[in-house]
C-alpha cells in the first residue's frame, strides 16, 4: 500500500483548486470560536472481524484517520466546509481499501467507471459526474462542475473533456486495478446466479459531511459502483438528493448502499427533509429512513449525517460500516464494527 500524507493531500487539493480557479482554504476568513466538525465514511455492508485480516483493517482504520486529520485541518484554518470535503474524499480515493478512486470496483469489462458529487449547504448549489474513466480523483471533477459549469451532472466522456479543460489529472486504466478487485470481479463471473450482482453485500463507497467556522455544510460522495456493473448503470452516489445532500437549514448526508433504493426512496434528501419539515431531530430522522424506511424496503446501507450544530448521526443497518469523525469536542473516533466493543 502506497504511503499517504496529510500534507500530501493539502498540497494536491490546493494546487487543484489553483489550476481550476478554486478558492484555497488560506484564503478564507480568519478561524473564530465557532464549531466546526467532519464525518466520513467508506462504505457499509456484511463487514465481520473475523473477514478482515489485521493488515488489512489496520490500513483502513489508517486511511479512516488519515482523510478525518485532513479534513478536519481545513476547518481549523478557517476553510470552508467544501474544501474540508474534498480534502478528505482524495485521500479515500487514493486509497485501495475502498470502492472509490483507485481499488474502485470492476465493470462486467473489467473497467473502472466511476461516480462522484458535491453540494453546498448556504446555497444548495451541486456538482456530480458519473460513468467517468482515467480520473483520478473524481470528486474534483464533481466539485468543478459546480465552480465551473452551469450544469448538476455531466456524464461519460463529455464529463471527462470537462475534467481535461480543468486541468485535472489522469491515470492510466492499470492504475486504478488492483488485485483484490480483480479476483473480486473472478469470483461472480464464475457464479452464473450473480451475473449482476456482487457476491457479498459491501457497499465500500466513500462520502464525507462537514461543518465550517462560518455555519456551513457541505456533503460529498465517490464511488465505483457496483462489481460486475453493466450497461452503465449508475447508482444513488452522484445523484442529488439520493446519495448527497446539504442544506443549511437541516443537515449534510452522504449515502452508502444499495444505490436503486436510495435513489427510490431520495434517502439524503429525505432526512433532510424530516428535519427541516417535521422539525425531526438528527438522530431520529437518519434512524428512521436507515432503519425503518430502508429496512422495510429491504435495502442494506447506512449514511453519515451532520446538522447545523455539528451534532452527527451515523446509522447502518449492516453488520457494519467504515467510519470516522472528529466532532465539535474535536476528538476522533473511528469505527468499523457495530458492536460496542469497537
Request: glycine share 12%.
Amino acid at each position: 500500500m502506497p504511503i499517504r500524507c496529510l500534507t500530501f493531500a493539502l498540497a494536491l487539493v490546493a494546487s487543484v483548486a489553483s489550476a481550476t480557479g478554486m478558492n484555497p482554504a488560506s484564503e478564507s476568513a480568519e478561524p473564530s470560536r465557532a464549531p466546526i466538525a467532519i464525518a466520513l465514511h467508506g462504505g457499509a455492508g456484511t463487514i465481520r472481524r473475523e473477514d478482515l485480516t489485521a493488515e488489512r483493517e489496520a490500513a483502513i482504520r489508517g486511511a479512516l484517520e488519515e482523510a478525518a486529520r485532513a479534513g478536519h485541518a481545513v476547518l481549523g484554518e478557517g476553510g470552508p466546509a467544501i474544501e474540508a470535503v474534498t480534502a478528505a474524499i482524495v485521500i479515500l480515493e487514493d486509497a485501495p481499501e475502498f470502492n472509490a478512486g483507485r481499488g474502485a470496483v470492476l465493470t462486467a469489462e473489467g473497467r473502472v467507471e466511476m461516480d462522484a458529487s458535491i453540494m453546498t449547504g448556504h446555497d444548495l448549489q451541486a456538482g456530480a459526474v458519473a460513468s467517468v474513466r482515467g480520473i483520478r480523483h473524481p470528486i474534483l471533477a464533481a466539485r468543478a462542475v459546480l465552480e465551473h459549469s452551469p450544469h448538476v451532472m455531466l456524464v461519460g466522456r463529455g464529463a471527462e473533456r470537462f475534467a481535461e479543460s480543468r486541468g485535472l489529472q489522469f491515470m492510466p486504466e492499470e492504475w486504478f486495478v488492483t488485485e483484490f478487485r480483480t479476483e473480486q470481479l473472478r469470483r461472480i463471473r464464475e457464479d452464473a446466479e450473480a451475473s449482476l450482482a456482487p457476491e457479498d453485500r459491501w457497499y465500500s463507497t466513500v462520502g464525507v459531511v462537514a461543518l465550517d467556522r462560518d455555519g456551513n455544510l457541505a456533503a460529498g460522495t465517490s464511488t465505483g459502483g457496483t462489481s460486475n456493473k453493466q450497461w452503465g448503470r449508475v447508482g444513488d452516489s452522484p445523484i442529488i438528493g439520493a446519495g448527497t445532500y446539504a442544506d443549511n437549514r437541516a443537515c449534510a448526508v452522504s449515502a452508502t448502499g444499495d444505490g436503486e433504493y436510495f435513489i427510490r426512496w431520495a434517502v439524503a434528501h429525505e432526512i433532510c427533509a424530516r428535519v427541516r419539515l417535521g422539525d425531526e431531530e438528527l438522530d431520529a430522522a437518519a434512524d428512521a429512513v436507515v432503519h425503518d424506511v430502508l429496512v422495510e424496503a429491504g435495502a442494506g446501507g447506512g449514511v453519515i449525517a451532520m446538522d447545523p450544530g455539528g451534532r452527527i448521526a451515523m446509522p447502518f443497518n449492516t453488520p457494519g460500516m467504515y467510519r470516522a469523525s472528529i466532532g465539535t469536542d474535536g476528538e476522533l473516533d473511528i469505527r468499523i464494527y457495530a458492536d460496542p466493543d469497537d
